[in-house]
């Protein structure tokens, strides 16, 4: 089984701060996935990074995949309420078989 | 685009009962997978679908859990009997294709509370 261990669990910051997390396992991974989930709402896909060393950028979110596929960071630049949620990174085995969900951060950006 | 769909939203039972649960793929999706969440944690696979034939079960207790795509379209997972420490919300996902740089769309999810 492979594993994405998801740091820090837990994140409360002030609106306008920057935050970073991270997603880290010791297997390669064919892609990796960031989601975001609500209470109540299944999880929703954020980006899809491919490519060791990739960086996407989605508005205030700057998502990157090491250079080995083994680890992704997900950095935010002035958080704000509305990105308070769950976040969760997802890898993709080899094979490409099988979705495996990090433990999640769980971020609240106070007003 | 109809996204998942799932049924019921909640289900609350006694232990040692048994429960199904439910769940439409978007149409044309031949990927279905079943998490499991429990509170705090994050999703855990318990079952892949590719049409109707598994891929990966290699995480579901298959002493009371079953599962299954008839037609590989529509999927049920049942629970048979529960145990206290199944209480969680059941997420279906379903994906256009099984292999790479693939997005899974989730359904809101069956909160399952066992009693």
């Known amino acids: 089984t492979q594993l994405l261990e998801q740091s820090p669990q837990f994140l409360s910051i002030q609106e306008g701060e920057n935050l970073t997390v991270y997603c880290n396992s010791s297997s390669v991974f064919s892609s990796l996935q960031w989601y975001r989930q609500e209470p109540g709402e299944g999880p929703v896909l954020l980006v899809t990074?491919?490519?060791?060393?990739e960086v996407k950028k989605l508005k205030r979110l700057t998502f990157q995949f090491g250079d080995a596929r083994k680890d992704s960071s997900l950095h935010i630049t002035a958080a704000q309420p509305g990105d308070t949620g769950l976040y969760l990174c997802a890898g993709e085995g080899m094979a490409g078989n099988m979705l495996t969900f990090g433990g999640g951060t769980r971020l609240m950006v106070k007003p | 685009e109809a996204g998942v769909a799932q049924s019921p939203r909640y289900k609350i039972i006694e232990k040692r009962q048994s429960v199904a649960f439910w769940c439409n793929p978007i149409s044309g999706h031949a990927t279905l997978y079943w998490y499991q969440q429990i509170l705090g944690q994050g999703p855990k696979l318990l079952i892949q679908?590719?049409?109707?034939?598994?891929?990966?079960d290699s995480q579901l207790p298959k002493d009371r859990f079953s599962a299954e795509r008839l037609k590989g379209v529509d999927s049920t997972l049942k629970i048979q009997p529960a145990k206290l420490e199944d209480s969680a919300v059941y997420l279906c996902?379903?994906?256009?294709?099984?292999?790479?740089?693939?997005?899974?769309?989730f359904g809101q999810g069956t909160r399952l509370t066992v009693v």
């Open positions: 990074v491919v490519t060791g060393g």
């Open positions: 679908f590719q049409n109707n034939g598994v891929v990966d």
């Open positions: 996902a379903s994906s256009p294709r099984g292999r790479f740089d693939t997005e899974a769309f």
